[in-house]
């Protein structure tokens, strides 16, 4: 499976992106997907995931949301009320098998993409 993240960019507080993650060479449909972000000097950290639901961490519930186009054999991140602090490179990854409670752990992702930059200017 390889993985190609798209769509991020400079935007100003209180805009709106949608990242891309589109999968090829086999279908991502029954993977979880999981974004993940980091920021400069910072870890990376985990954003939101789809499998058969959703996953969001605190910091970005609300203002942004998971799906899947299965046609298209891509998840995408729509991320609204962009904040200053959700500047960061965003990288998408997917896992072939994964239980909900394990979504947010990023070692346990099989495929990574190359990554995406978002910068929110105030």
């Known amino acids: 499976v390889q993985l190609q993240a798209s769509g991020g960019g400079l935007v100003q507080a209180g805009g709106s992106l949608r990242l891309s993650c589109a999968g090829s060479g086999r279908t991502i449909r029954s993977y979880a997907v999981g974004w993940f972000r980091q920021a400069p000097g910072q870890e990376r950290e985990f954003v939101s995931a789809?499998?058969?639901?959703?996953r969001y961490s605190d910091s970005v519930r609300g203002r942004f949301t998971i799906s899947r186009d299965t046609a298209k054999n891509t998840v995408y991140l729509q991320m609204n009320n962009l904040k200053p602090e959700d500047t960061a490179v965003y990288y998408c990854?997917?896992?072939?098998?994964?239980?909900?409670?394990?979504?947010?752990?990023?070692?346990?992702?099989?495929?990574w993409g190359q990554g995406t930059q978002v910068t929110v200017s105030s």
């Open positions: 990854a997917a896992a072939s098998s994964l239980i909900f409670s394990t979504l947010i752990d990023e070692r346990k992702y099989e495929y």
């Open positions: 789809i499998r058969s639901s959703t």
